[in-house]
C-alpha cells in the first residue's frame, strides 16, 4: 500500500538527479558557451527547489497528523505535544534539520537565479554549479545515509515526543535564524568560486552578493543572541554563554564573516585585499560545514548535539574536498588577484581595518583551537583534556578589548593617511569622554581594572560615533539650511551603509556593556528555606511563600511563589518551576528572571524534601545584562539601514537591468 510519506521519498529522489543534472549542465553549458545548457541547468536548479518544498510539506503533514508510522515523527513527537512545537520538531531532530537545511538553501538558490535571469552570465552557470554541489551533498545524506521519510514496520500509538529542552520559544525562532545564517553563506561563496573559475576577480561578485554577505551576517548575529537567550533562560546556570562547542561553531562563522565585511570595503575603496578577501568568504563556508560536523559526528558532548551518528566522516570529506576545490583555484587565480596599491601607513582606516581582521581571525583561531584540542588530545595521547570558561575568556577578554577600542578608530580615522590634524579633530573629545567615563566609574567605587577598561572603552567608542554623526548633521545643515532634526533624517538616507554600520556598532558598544556588568559583577546565593522564611541577595529579600501543583496530559509543573522584597516593600512575585514531561519522563527547570535595565534577579528552584517542606533555591544578581539583549536589537535596526537600498542604488539597479535587457534584445535582433 503506497504511503503519503512515499511522495516525500520521491521528491528527495527527484530533487538528487535533478541536482546532479543542474552541476553537469551548467558546467558543460559555460565550458562549451552552449547558454540553452546554461539555461537548463538553471531550470533544473529552480525544480530541485520544488521536490524539496514538496519534501518538507509532507514531513510537515506527518509530523501535524501524528503519522507515528513515519519513524521521525515517531522519534520527535506525541499526540499531546503543542502545536507550535510539532511545528518545531521539524528541525528537531537528524533527519528533518538536515531537510530544513536543504530546504532554505535551495529556496535562497531560487531568489539568486531570479535576482540574476538579466546579470553576470558569465559569472552564474558556475554558481548554479556550486550551489547544486552543495545541495547534492546534503541530498545525498537525505537518500542514502539518513532517510527522512524512513517507515516503522508497525504503527506506534503514541511518539517518544521532542527533547523537553527544545519545548521553548527561543527553540521556535533560534535554529531557524542560525541555519539562516548558516546556509545563506553558501551564496557569497558560490560567487566566489564563480569568480575564481572565471577569471572575473574584480569587485562585480562582492557587489552583487553584498545583501546576501550582511543577510547571512544578520541571521547569525540573530541566531547567536537567541541562542544565548534561550541558554539564559532554560538552563537555569544563571548565564548566557558557556563556550559550549556548537556555541563556538556557531560564533566562529560571524567572526570570519565580520572581518569580511570590513576588509571587503578597502576592496571597494583600494582595489587591495582580493586574496584575503576570497580567502574569507571559503573559510566561512568552510566553518559552517565544520560547526554543522561538530553537531552530527558526536565528537564532542553538548546540550546543543544531536545524538552520536555516522555522519562526521561524510562532513569531513566534503569539507576537504571543499577546501581543496578552493584552495586550488585560489592558487591558479594568485596572478589575477595580486593588488597593485599597498598599505600606505599604519595611521589609516585601511590599517585599522586590517587590525580589525586579525583580531577576529585570532579570536576566531583561539576559539577553533580550544574546542578541537579535547578531540585533538584523545587522538593523541588517548585522554581527552577538557578546555574550559577559564581559558577562552582569558585570551578573548583582552582581545575583546582591543576589538572594542578598533570599532572606535575605524570609522574615524582617515583613508590613506591621517595627519596629526585629522586624529586630533576625530578623537580629542573620544578620548577625554572616554578617561572622563572611567574616572567617573572610579569615584563612585568600581575597583576592577578590567571593568574600568571596558566601560572607558565604551564611552570611547560612543564618543566616536556620536561625534560621526553630529559632524555630518552639522555640515548639512550648513549646506543645505535643515533643521537638526531633518538633517540628520536626510544624512542616514543618503548612505545606509555607513550610517547604519555606525547603529551597528552602537549595538556593540552595548553589549560590551552587559557582557562586562553581567560576567565582573554577577552575584550567587544558594539558600534552603521553609514556606514563610526568606533570604537575601544583593539589595533585595526574597520569602518562599508556598509550592504550587499544575498538571495535564503533557507534563506536571511544581511551581514555587517567591515575593521579592526591596527596603522592607514589596516589588513583586517571581514563579520559578520544576517541570516533568510525561513521555520522555525527563524532568527540566524552568527559571524565573525580573528584568530591569540595572540588573536581572535571577531564581531557580533547586531541590525538594517533601519530609522537611524544605526548598532550596538558586539566585543569581545579574548586573546590566538586559544591556546585552538591548544591544542586539540595536543591531537589527542598523542592518535593517544598511540593506535597504537609497534611492541612488535604486534608480542605479533599475538602468542596469534596463541597459542589460536592451543588450539582450539587441541580440536577439540580430540573430
Not at 117 to 142: E, Q
Not at 333 to 340: A, Y
Not at 589 to 598: H, Q
Request: proline share 4%; glycine share 8%; charged share 15%.
Amino acid at each position: 500500500m503506497i504511503h503519503v510519506s512515499d511522495l516525500g521519498t520521491l521528491a528527495l529522489w527527484l530533487a538528487w538527479c535533478l541536482a546532479l543534472y543542474s552541476i553537469g549542465a551548467s558546467i558543460y553549458g559555460a565550458r562549451s558557451a552552449r547558454a540553452h545548457f546554461v539555461a537548463s541547468g538553471r531550470r533544473a536548479a529552480l525544480a530541485v527547489a520544488g521536490s524539496i518544498t514538496v519534501a518538507v510539506a509532507v514531513m510537515l503533514h506527518a509530523l501535524v497528523t501524528r503519522d507515528f508510522q513515519v519513524e521521525y515523527v515517531a522519534s520527535y513527537s506525541s499526540s499531546t505535544l503543542p502545536l507550535n512545537y510539532t511545528v518545531a520538531a521539524l528541525w528537531g531532530g537528524q533527519a528533518g534539520s538536515l531537510l530544513f537545511w536543504a530546504f532554505i538553501l535551495n529556496f535562497s538558490s531560487t531568489i539568486v537565479h531570479l535576482q540574476n535571469r538579466d546579470r553576470h552570465r558569465l559569472l552564474m552557470p558556475w554558481v548554479t554549479a556550486t550551489i547544486m554541489t552543495v545541495s547534492l551533498f546534503f541530498l545525498s545524506l537525505l537518500v542514502f545515509v539518513v532517510p527522512a521519510f524512513k517507515r516503522l514496520p508497525f504503527s506506534p500509538t503514541e511518539g517518544s515526543d521532542l527533547n523537553p529542552l527544545l519545548q521553548n520559544y527561543w527553540m521556535m525562532i533560534h535554529p531557524p535564524s542560525l541555519y539562516m545564517g548558516y546556509v545563506t553563506v553558501t551564496v557569497p561563496f558560490a560567487f566566489a568560486i564563480a569568480a575564481l573559475a572565471t577569471g572575473q576577480l574584480g569587485d562585480a561578485w562582492i557587489r552583487s552578493t553584498r545583501r546576501w554577505t550582511l543577510f547571512s551576517w544578520f541571521f547569525l548575529t540573530l541566531g547567536n543572541i537567541f541562542g544565548g537567550a534561550w541558554a539564559y533562560e532554560v538552563l537555569g546556570w544563571g548565564g548566557y554563554w558557556a563556550w559550549d562547542p556548537v556555541e563556538n561553531a556557531a560564533f566562529m562563522p560571524w567572526l570570519v564573516m565580520t572581518a569580511f565585511l570590513h576588509s571587503v570595503m578597502i576592496q571597494e575603496k583600494k582595489d587591495m585585499l582580493k586574496v584575503w578577501n576570497v580567502s574569507l568568504i571559503v573559510l566561512a563556508f568552510s566553518l559552517t560545514i565544520f560547526g554543522t560536523f561538530l553537531t552530527r559526528s558526536g565528537v564532542i558532548s553538548s546540550v546543543h548535539s544531536f545524538t552520536q551518528s555516522g555522519l562526521g566522516p561524510f562532513f569531513l570529506w566534503f569539507l576537504a574536498f571543499e577546501i581543496a576545490v578552493a584552495s586550488a583555484l585560489i592558487v591558479w587565480r594568485l596572478p589575477l588577484l595580486r593588488s597593485q596599491n599597498q598599505l600606505e601607513s599604519f595611521l589609516s582606516r585601511e590599517a585599522a581595518f586590517l587590525f580589525n581582521n586579525l583580531i577576529l581571525l585570532g579570536i576566531c583561531f583561539t576559539i577553533f583551537w580550544g574546542t578541537i584540542f579535547p578531540v585533538v588530545s584523545e587522538w593523541v595521547r588517548g585522554v581527552k583534556i577538557t578546555v574550559g570558561p577559564p581559558f577562552f575568556n582569558k585570551v578573548n577578554a583582552p582581545l575583546g578589548l582591543i576589538l572594542l577600542f578598533l570599532t572606535g578608530v575605524g570609522p574615524a580615522i582617515a583613508w590613506r593617511r591621517a595627519t596629526p590634524k585629522n586624529l586630533q579633530r576625530s578623537f580629542a573629545l573620544p578620548v577625554a569622554l572616554g578617561f572622563a567615563g572611567g574616572l567617573l566609574l572610579y569615584a563612585l567605587g568600581m575597583r576592577q581594572f578590567a571593568a574600568l577598561v571596558s566601560f572607558s572603552l565604551c564611552f570611547f567608542v560612543a564618543g566616536t560615533i556620536a561625534a560621526e554623526f553630529y559632524r555630518g548633521t552639522r555640515a548639512r545643515q550648513e549646506l543645505v539650511g535643515e533643521s537638526a532634526a531633518t538633517a540628520l533624517a536626510h544624512l542616514v538616507s543618503k548612505n545606509h551603509r555607513r550610517y547604519g554600520g555606525y547603529i551597528i556598532h552602537v549595538g556593540v558598544v552595548l553589549i560590551f556593556m552587559g557582557i562586562t556588568g553581567s560576567s565582573l559583577f554577577k552575584e550567587e546565593v544558594q539558600a534552603t528555606v521553609a514556606q514563610g522564611q526568606s533570604f537575601a541577595i544583593g539589595r533585595y529579600t526574597l520569602r518562599f511563600d508556598e509550592l504550587q501543583e499544575e498538571e495535564d496530559a503533557h507534563l506536571a509543573i511544581t511551581r514555587a511563589r517567591v515575593t521579592v522584597l526591596r527596603g522592607g516593600a514589596e516589588i513583586g512575585v517571581v514563579l520559578p518551576e520544576k517541570r516533568f514531561y510525561k513521555r520522555p519522563g525527563q524532568p527540566t527547570t524552568e527559571v524565573a528572571i525580573r528584568k530591569s535595565l540595572r540588573e536581572d534577579l535571577y531564581v531557580v528552584l533547586g531541590a525538594l524534601d517533601p519530609a522537611s517542606g524544605l526548598v532550596t533555591f538558586q539566585t543569581f544578581l545579574n548586573p546590566l545584562v538586559s544591556w546585552l539583549w538591548i544591544g542586539g536589537r540595536v543591531m537589527v535596526l542598523g542592518t535593517g539601514v544598511v540593506v535597504t537600498p537609497t534611492a541612488a542604488e535604486r534608480h542605479a539597479r533599475a538602468a542596469a537591468t534596463a541597459t542589460a535587457r536592451s543588450r539582450d534584445g539587441a541580440r536577439t535582433e540580430g540573430a
